[in-house]
């Protein structure tokens, strides 16, 4: 509506000797008013390093009215934003060196920090801060819903050799107390890839040479289950839910533990218990050259429209043949449907075998399909994706 929340970092260079912390406070101005944080206003959570300060803006933009909230830490690295609360985490290494570099603590095992933020309207107020152990992995590690906290962690880096890895997911209460956990989800040295939380249930990958591709009970925060477990080879990086039966799941096929190539995964989740793969496509390092798509650490380059039937992500590949090297940069589109899977609607590229030119979104509106490089905006239409039938170019 009419609210909008801003998170900001400011990091204090304490190694500086002739530092002026003054110089670093948070500060915002409405119609050139300028509003200084106070000190005495500051939140200092005690354990964390003081390095930083971490600001929490609410605006009320019909009323230009601003609250600010700002805590002196550890800066934050993944955020998760509920209906009512906003999550910041960060990692913390437990461990302390004295002078002589001595490691005096021996519980080295990293914690993820929670802080919780309450968003009502044009306000923010601090509730809480908790901790977990091991770290998390992108914004989709953690889940809202009824109140619980949900977060899904990874011990240790699958490192070869190591099996101290431990893949967690931990529910926590209102006051940020863990109520619960599920520990060890997958094989040793396998970390966590990816994660999605819908509802009452709550997916997860994780992956050395195997995909394990887990279906979690979340109904009773206080017993999370495993529901079902389906092994393939490679992974995929990124899930998203397709309806109520179906995950699509963005990720890599399998060479012995690396990567063959970009994978594009269906999973039929409908019956919780048995997870199966529903369709595949694998575009092989083998037959396409090296290829890759933004959609593995990007999510927002993916369009995916149940209504529409597609699915549309960026796909570019490097490849040498008899004619020498190719380069070809261009979206992918899919089409859908729960009975006959997937198959691929069309290529749209903008310049083909030039380097110059890189496609990384895709949007529609009505029946018009737009997608856009950093050269070209250019319009199609959704029945026939490869046909332009209008360029824009950007100025030089």
């Known amino acids: 509506n009419d609210d909008l929340y801003i998170v900001t970092n ?74 009512e609360n906003i999550y910041l ?19 080295i095992e990293s914690k993820t920090a929670i802080i ?11 509730q809480d801060y908790g901790i977990v152990k091991g770290r998390t992995l992108n914004q989709f590690s953690m889940d809202e819903h009824n109140g ?29 107390n863990v109520v619960s956990s599920i520990e060890n989800l997958g094989k040793p040295r396998e970390t966590i890839k990816s994660v999605r939380f819908v509802g009452d249930f709550a997916y997860l990958v994780t992956f050395e040479q195997t995909d394990p591709f887990y279906v979690l009970d979340m109904s009773d925060p206080l017993d999370p289950l495993v529901l079902g477990e389906l092994e393939i080879t490679g992974f995929s990086s990124y899930l998203q839910p397709l309806g109520e039966n179906f995950m699509l799941g963005i990720g890599f096929g399998d060479t012995s533990g690396g990567t ?13 218990t048995n997870p199966v793969v529903f369709d595949e496509v694998i575009y092989d390092y083998s037959e396409f050259g090296y290829s890759y798509s933004s959609v593995t650490y990007n999510h927002k380059d993916l369009l995916v429209s149940l209504s529409k039937g597609i699915i549309a992500l960026p ?22 449907n729960e009975a006959d899977g997937l198959s691929v ?40 994706p490869t046909n332009i039938i209008n360029t824009a170019a950007f100025p030089e």
């Open 260 to 272: 063959s190539g970009i994978k594009i995964s269906v999973y039929d989740v409908s019956d919780k």
């Open 89 to 107: 985490v960060g990692t913390i290494y437990n461990y302390m060196l004295d002078y002589d570099l001595v490691l005096v603590d021996e519980d």
């Open 345 to 384: 609607r069309g290529y749209v590229q903008h310049d083909q075998n030039t380097e110059e030119v890189y496609v990384y979104k895709s949007k529609f509106i009505d029946e018009y399909f737009y997608t856009v490089s950093n050269k070209y905006v250019k319009v199609s239409t959704l029945a026939n």
């Open 10 to 83: 400011q990091y204090i260079p304490m190694y500086q000797e002739d530092v002026n912390i003054d110089d670093y406070l948070p500060n915002y101005s409405v119609n050139g008013m300028k509003v200084n944080a106070k000190y005495e206003d500051i939140l200092y959570i005690e354990g964390v390093s003081p390095n930083s300060f971490t600001s929490f803006y609410a605006l009320d933009l019909d009323h230009e009215l601003v609250d600010m909230e700002v805590l002196l830490g550890d800066s934050g690295y993944n955020l998760y934003v509920s209906n």
């Open 148 to 176: 619980y906290l949900r977060i899904a962690t990874t011990t240790g880096f699958g490192w070869w050799g190591s099996d101290d890895t431990n893949n967690r997911v931990f529910v926590l209460d209102e006051d940020l």
């Open 315 to 336: 796909f570019t590949s490097y490849n040498y043949d008899e004619e020498g090297y190719n380069y070809n940069s261009g979206i992918l589109v899919f089409n859908f």
């Open 116 to 126: 919780k933020v309450a968003i009502n309207g044009a306000s923010v107020v601090y």
